[in-house]
Each structure stands twice: as structure tokens, then as C-alpha cells.
């Protein structure tokens, strides 16, 4: 457990918990559990920020490259269920790397994108994951682990990912589940519409070679 000072009039200790790299930190003094330094950054402004800017974690080079190659780049717009092109919004329209258009943003998308606007929105679509997994989860990660778990997020969904029993059973091994392991909740995630799907299947078992080996490959 490391412990750090802010400067200020204040003297105020910070106690937290890292990685050698500086990856994961949680504040416990003087507010406990997971508001951690984002709470003392909004309260003590910049004399916090020295703190927890180099310890929030963050998606790896490795693992964006990876989530960007299974997302695949897509520049006009095309139906997630069936992968065919589209001229007229349906649910499940999508563009760019993985992203939703919903039937009011379709105007902006019917006649496509380029790659620069393709990666402006996968990081726009991206940062709302990151922060989820950050704050749903209340135990250190390594970056392999936090890594598979942002994927993951991304293909589940937000919601889904906070109620999960991956989530659960990483934050309390003991948690109740239905699972008999935290590999089986986690391959759990390989339906769509009610159908076991090969490439979820796939993909599921990507993350979890991410996850636990920290071997980084599409299948």
C-alpha cells in the first residue's frame, strides 16, 4: 500500500493501491471504497490531479489495435445481425468500428464516413466502456485483465456488464452466481436474440485467453 501526499495548505494523505506501473489506485482516507481519486479531484481540484492522473487506467495500445481488428472497419453503414450493406435504417444499423446509429443519427450516416471520422468515433465510443469497467470494478487489475474486460464491455453493453456475474464474481469470488466458475459466466455472453453464435463463442474465448494469459489474437 502506497501512500501519497497533496501538496497544499491541507497536508491531506491519499492511501492507495498500485501496480509497478502505476496502473490501478483506489483512495481509502479520507473517503473510503470505489469514488476513490475521482471524488478528491473534483473536491480538491489540481492538488489531486498529480495523484491520479498517472494511475487511471486506461485501454492498452494492444488491446485498442485488437478491439479495432474484431470490430473491423466498416465506411458505409450495414445491419449488425446479417452483416449486409443498408440503404434505409434498421435496428442493429452500424458503422465505423462497431458503432450503433440510432434511426436519429442516420441522416448523419446514410451516405457513409471516412476512416478519420470512423476512429474520432470509436474513441467517442470507446470512453464511456473504459470509465464502467474503472468504476464497476473495486479490486486491482492488471492491464491484460482490465483490457479483456473493456472488450468485453464494448460488445455487451454497459448495463449489461454492470449487472453481470463477471463483474460480480471479479469485485467477490464468492459472490452468489449461477456459474459454477468466472470463466463460465463470462463465456455465458455468446447468444444473440436467443441463439448461441460461433463468433461470440470466439470472441469470448478471445477475451478470456486476453484476460488470463494475456495473449492478445483474433480468432
Not at 442516420?106 to 476512429?119: H, R, V
Request: charged residues 25%.
Amino acid at each position: 500500500m502506497a501512500c501519497y501526499r497533496i501538496p497544499g495548505p491541507t497536508g491531506l494523505r491519499i492511501f492507495g493501491g498500485c501496480f509497478e506501473d502505476g496502473t490501478w489506485c483506489r483512495a481509502q482516507s479520507p473517503v473510503p471504497g470505489p469514488v476513490g481519486l475521482r471524488f478528491l479531484e473534483d473536491v480538491f481540484g489540481p492538488w489531486a490531479w498529480p495523484v491520479c492522473a498517472k494511475l487511471r487506467q486506461e485501454l492498452s495500445a494492444e488491446g485498442l489495435t485488437l478491439l479495432k481488428s474484431i470490430e473491423e472497419l466498416h465506411l458505409t453503414p450495414y445491419d449488425d445481425q446479417t452483416g449486409k450493406d443498408i440503404t434505409a435504417w434498421v435496428k442493429g444499423a452500424t458503422i465505423g468500428y462497431g458503432h450503433l446509429i440510432s434511426k436519429g443519427e442516420w441522416p448523419t450516416y446514410k451516405n457513409g464516413i471516412l476512416a478519420s471520422d470512423a476512429d474520432a468515433l470509436f474513441q467517442r465510443d470507446l470512453e464511456p466502456f473504459v470509465t464502467t469497467v474503472r468504476d464497476d470494478i473495486h479490486v486491482p487489475l492488471e492491464q491484460r485483465q482490465f483490457d479483456a474486460l473493456v472488450i468485453l464491455a464494448f460488445n455487451i453493453g454497459r448495463s449489461a456488464f454492470s449487472g453481470s456475474s463477471v463483474r460480480a464474481l471479479i469485485n467477490d469470488p464468492s459472490a452468489p452466481s449461477t456459474y459454477p466458475s468466472l470463466e463460465d459466466a463470462w463465456k455465458a455472453w455468446n447468444k444473440s436474440q436467443g441463439k448461441v453464435m460461433r463468433g461470440l463463442e470466439n470472441r469470448r474465448a478471445s477475451e478470456w485467453r486476453i484476460y488470463t494469459e494475456g495473449i492478445y489474437e483474433r480468432w
